[in-house]
DNA sequence: TTTAATTTTGGGGGGATTGCAAAATTTAAG
DNA sequence: CTTAAATTTTGCAATCCCCCCAAAATTAAA
């Protein structure tokens, strides 16, 4: 499966766009910034923008998209006698306590953060994102657990494992918009994840255990 | 207070536009209905469109306003020795065992909840209020409890009580935009909220329950 | 009746997004 | 190497949401 010249161009051009388009927004806000002007910048015509990029947010959030089968792996790749809820808060605390960048601890999360921040639309997106997150770890529950379609119970424990999740990652982002140093949030967001452990039922804590009974 | 000519007008003015406009999203959905349309039916410019109503989506989620503090109101008016999740169940379930209209357990909702659904602008706005919904009740938590302003405990808790109250309201919207009759719904939501019950821990349930210490 | 305050409207324009067909580029074939 | 086919880029026009401003119409107040 060689790579052709057209393919590769067409992966270049993509980077480059969303890079650069990337750029302006961090530095002038995402309503800022207009597509023409992003096109100019390229180098290309406003069509090609979106001959890659299908609105203006998948610019910004290009990489999100990777993320939406996060928890779905967490849950299916868990050890053996842990529960799907136990899963994902051991990886949640192994990425933050690393401070990880895939959660955002990094340098200069917080302009990225701010830019969000100050659109509606980015946020309305992101929040979009975090649905299909929802809906693929209630499908991957069903399917380790091999629930009947009619169960309820898989949806209800996939919102209380994404909401683990979701208030932790909107912690972190809110203590790094406000500058905060990465290390210092680390911290203060393993303890928000250990409140957040002994607030929830223990069916929660539970559920899917793997090689159970 | 009498209320003179001017504002008797203004108010007219505002709910023929909102009632024309919702009549039209329900018979060909959000995105097929231009505001020039709407202008037109109601007989004023698309200019006094934009006077009463900032965006679009207001034009459909009109009322969507006066349930900011829905949460807060049941939290605010527990019972004696009932904590605020425990009020904010019994008042969902007294909705919900009512048939309420005022949770989409009514003729017609199907229809509205379709709309919604087709309309990514409409979710997003919908979701925005439900954020409101728990900034507000992370507020009135903390008024209630007088917790510190650095303790975390109330926008857990909050975000809890939340989940609760979206997941059942989603539900019923699902169900209902399936069709399904309202009576029906309202007998498998209360199943529902029993089961989220039940998953809840002892923390969220007993949290800031009244008279206690 | 005159004057002040408030609404409505028209006109203009910016910016996201889409559709279409022509032009440019790359690939494949002869 | 030349040519034809496939793919990408581009220009152009158009739609629609939304905003700004000043003139015109309407209502309230003096």
Same mark, same amino acid.
């Given at each position: 499966?060689?790579?052709?010249?057209?393919?590769?161009?067409?992966?270049?051009?993509?980077?480059?766009?969303?890079?650069?388009?990337?750029?302006?927004?961090?530095?002038?806000?995402?309503?800022?910034?207009?597509?023409?002007?992003?096109?100019?910048?390229?180098?290309?015509?406003?069509?090609?923008?979106?001959?890659?990029?299908? /609105?203006?947010?998948?610019?910004?959030?290009?990489?999100?998209?990777?993320?939406? =089968?996060?928890?779905?792996?967490?849950?299916?790749?868990?050890?053996?006698?842990?529960?799907?809820?136990?899963?994902v808060l051991r990886?949640?605390?192994?990425?933050?306590?690393?401070?990880?960048?895939?959660?955002?601890?990094?340098?200069?999360?917080s302009r990225f953060?701010?830019?969000?921040?100050?659109?509606?639309?980015?946020?309305?997106?992101?929040?979009?994102?975090?649905? =299909?997150?929802?809906?693929?770890?209630?499908?991957?529950?069903?399917?380790?657990?091999?629930? =009947?379609?009619?169960?309820?119970?898989? /949806?209800?424990?996939?919102?209380?494992?994404?909401?683990?999740?979701?208030?932790?990652?909107?912690?972190?982002?809110?203590?790094?918009?406000?500058?905060?140093?990465?290390?210092? +949030?680390?911290?203060?967001?393993? +303890?928000?994840?250990?409140?957040?452990?002994?607030?929830?039922?223990?069916?929660?804590?539970?559920?899917?255990?793997?090689?159970?009974?």
């Amino acid at each position: 499966m060689a790579e052709g010249l057209r393919e590769r161009k067409k992966r270049e051009t993509r980077q480059r766009i969303s890079d650069l388009a990337t750029g302006l927004f961090l530095e002038r806000g995402f309503e800022a910034v207009t597509i023409a002007e992003i096109a100019e910048v390229a180098d290309v015509s406003v069509n090609t923008v979106y001959n890659y990029f299908p /609105a203006k947010e998948d610019l910004f959030l290009d990489r999100s998209r990777g993320i939406v =089968d996060r928890l779905s792996r967490w849950v299916r790749g868990r050890d053996d006698g842990e529960s799907a809820a136990e899963a994902v808060l051991r990886e949640l605390r192994a990425e933050v306590e690393s401070v990880s960048p895939r959660v955002g601890l990094m340098e200069g999360y917080s302009r990225f953060m701010a830019v969000i921040d100050g659109s509606p639309a980015l946020k309305a997106r992101l929040w979009a994102v975090g649905q =299909d997150v929802l809906a693929n770890l209630e499908a991957t529950l069903r399917e380790e657990t091999g629930a =009947d379609p009619a169960e309820t119970l898989p /949806a209800l424990i996939a919102g209380q494992i994404n909401w683990v999740h979701q208030t932790a990652m909107s912690a972190i982002g809110r203590e790094m918009m406000a500058g905060r140093d990465p290390k210092a +949030v680390s911290r203060e967001v393993l +303890v928000l994840i250990d409140e957040m452990e002994g607030l929830l039922g223990d069916k929660v804590l539970n559920y899917a255990a793997r090689g159970a009974r």
